[in-house]
């Protein structure tokens, strides 16, 4: 049985807006899945249906062979659970904040504090544990919501946008952390993700989601080797994209071309061989070509082959990196 | 015999729920207090004007009340001071912060029954209300009251305002899990305008002429809490009256935990 089992869910709201429009997940004991999708694509929902803080309208969920539904208290027995916002109380110590955490998951007496005492150490903050979570910085903060959800040992871990507003370092370091736990514990991680390096880095398998719908599902090679071609960026002014495109409709070996506000890109089957030929088209064209690459498909191409738009994260991870 | 031990093994499941329920709302209660003494001057300033109140209606009304027929109007105006001091303003604001900060998402993914949320923030409540109260009777007091049933009556009638505070409380938070709003949940506290004025907060229900405010005083419960109240500071043991204040007190409570508990539900849906 995997860790995590979804038929059909779905989740409409009371205002009409159908969130997840009935998807199908299956997880694997002891893997790190990626959840990937673009804001609003139906990420959080679906985490929070698996976790019992939503009521799905429709479908079923079992998360280590526990009904969502009808068993949720035993559910949250077994999950540790980071969402988008460190959920922290900012008047309690980070010591304090563990230890009622601890104690609302059964923990007791010495054992509480010594896995209090854990955690604090394991995500670097033994040096902080007796300050106010008010005066943490945004990393540590984090560190502290990552080490509440593990402190009563789950089998399975969701993780909502873990990284979201880090620095390169807090985020590596986050990551080394899941990886480890990973490997060491073998606990099931669920990510959450917009960041697409960050699904490449972790993850075995991912699941694309847009608009409440699995697009893709697979492992990030797997995905990308789908493609079956190479990708060509090209960089043109916003006012020539129309032409361009047009001017390189009949470039030999094309599959497929997409436009955004910073020009077109091209999946073709020989990516090399296609440059000379993509500069000679658009010089015909009298078109200004501002830069241009080759590259292999990354998660982020995937997903605009699928959809037709890129991930909004993708702006952003650059900018972080 | 199969029948039994199962019924058994039922009845140790409930019962081991049950205390983990009453844990959780422990711990969540003290959670509570923790973080009021951590912020005193959120509290402090609910104690300082029903202070006020008493020490300035006392000194200034009562040689006109003693010529009404009220002998012993401290004893009187206390417990409306006390009133004033139990009905927490705040109340629900705690859960509105925990809400915006994603903390209230925190506790929900424990185990812990989803009930102690609630029970807690009530808990940590009724501990602040009764503390404030406690702190007005014994500081008017020490200012020369003469308190009716004596340090016995102490007590209970601190108790009877903290049970009130934990119900207009629970309207608080009622409001607050319902719409995470701030501005929504202080909204609600106006409430208590009405209910504390609408009453005998000023003077004795036979003493109030105009029909329309006799009929509000009569159909308002915080009367009876008021007058059960008065019972102990200022008529001596009326066990009616106590009695009155205990349906009341009890009836009000009902209404606002039953909406704040509906309003948790409202939250998961």
């Known amino acids: 049985m995997g860790a995590i089992e979804v038929t059909g869910l779905r989740k409409a709201f009371p205002n ?35 976790t019992t803080l939503l009521r799905p309208t429709a479908g079923s969920a079992r998360v280590a062979g526990l009904d969502v539904l009808r068993e949720g208290a035993a559910v949250r027995r077994v999950i540790g659970v980071a969402l988008q916002d460190a959920g922290l109380d900012y008047l309690a110590t980070g010591r304090e904040l563990l230890e009622i955490q601890g104690r609302l998951h059964g923990l007791r007496g010495k054992l509480v504090r010594e896995r209090a005492d854990a955690m604090l150490a394991l995500v670097g903050l033994t040096d902080a544990a007796d300050r106010r979570v008010g005066t943490y910085s945004g990393g540590m903060r984090r560190r502290l919501d990552l080490a509440s959800a593990l402190i009563h040992d789950p089998q399975i871990l969701f993780l909502d946008e873990p990284t979201a507003g880090l620095d390169p370092a807090s985020r590596q370091a986050i990551w080394d952390e899941v990886i480890r736990m990973n490997r060491e514990q073998g606990i099931t991680v669920f990510l959450t993700t917009q960041y697409l390096e960050e699904a490449d880095r972790l993850a075995k398998r991912v699941a694309i989601i847009d608009h409440g719908r699995i ?26 994209i129309e032409r361009a495109e047009n001017a390189l409709a009949t470039l030999d070996g094309l599959k497929e071309i997409q436009a955004d506000a910073k020009g077109l890109t091209l999946f073709v089957h020989d990516g090399s061989g296609a440059v000379v030929r993509v500069v000679r088209l658009l010089d015909k064209a009298n078109i200004t070509v501002g830069s241009i690459t080759v590259s292999s498909p990354t998660l982020d191409e995937v997903f605009l082959r699928l959809t037709g738009s890129r991930l909004e994260g993708a702006s952003d991870e650059e900018a972080a990196s | 015999m199969t029948t039994i031990t199962a019924g058994r093994e039922q009845r140790a499941i409930e019962w081991h729920s049950l205390r983990e329920s009453a844990r959780a709302s422990l711990w969540l209660a003290q959670r509570q207090v923790r973080n009021t003494l951590r912020v005193p001057f959120e509290f402090i300033p609910s104690m300082i004007f029903p202070l006020f109140f008493y020490f300035v209606q006392t000194g200034s009304l ?11 109007y401290k004893g009187f105006v206390l417990p409306v001071a006390l009133l004033f001091a139990v009905s927490n303003e705040g109340a629900g604001q705690g859960m509105v912060q925990d809400i915006e900060r994603g903390y209230f998402d925190k506790l929900l993914v424990t185990p812990a029954a989803r009930i102690s949320l609630v029970l807690g923030a009530m808990g940590g409540n009724f501990a602040r209300v009764t503390f404030q109260g406690l702190v007005v009777t014994v500081l008017a007091l020490l200012a020369g009251m003469d308190f009716q049933t004596g340090v016995l009556g102490v007590i209970p009638m601190v108790l009877m305002a903290s049970l009130w505070g934990v119900a207009f409380a629970a309207l608080g938070i009622g409001v607050a899990l319902r719409t995470g709003s701030g501005q929504a949940t202080q909204g609600a506290q106006f409430l208590a305008f009405p209910l504390m004025f609408l009453t005998t907060t000023f003077a004795p229900r036979e003493a109030i002429g105009v029909h329309w405010l006799h009929t509000a005083v009569a159909y308002n419960p915080v009367t009876y809490i008021l ?16 009695a009155k204040g205990l349906v009341a007190v009890a009836a009000l409570a009902t209404v606002t935990v039953s909406f704040a508990l509906s309003s948790l539900r409202h939250r998961m849906r």
Request: proline share 3%; charged share 20%.
């Open chain 1, 215 to 240: 697009v893709a599902e697979g492992a990030p090679e797997e995905l990308k080797a789908s493609i079956g071609s190479d990708v060509v960026t090209v960089g043109v002014p916003s006012d020539q």
């Open chain 2, 227 to 242: 007058e059960a109240m008065r019972a102990f500071s200022f008529r001596g043991w009326v066990f009616a009256d106590i």
């Open chain 1, 16 to 50: 009409g807006v159908e969130a997840v429009a009935g998807i199908d997940l299956s997880v694997e004991q002891g893997e790190i899945f990626g959840f990937l999708g673009p804001n609003g694509a139906g990420k959080s929902t679906t985490t929070r249906m698996l």
């Open chain 2, 62 to 72: 009562a040689k006109l009340a003693t010529t009404s027929g009220i002998t012993n």
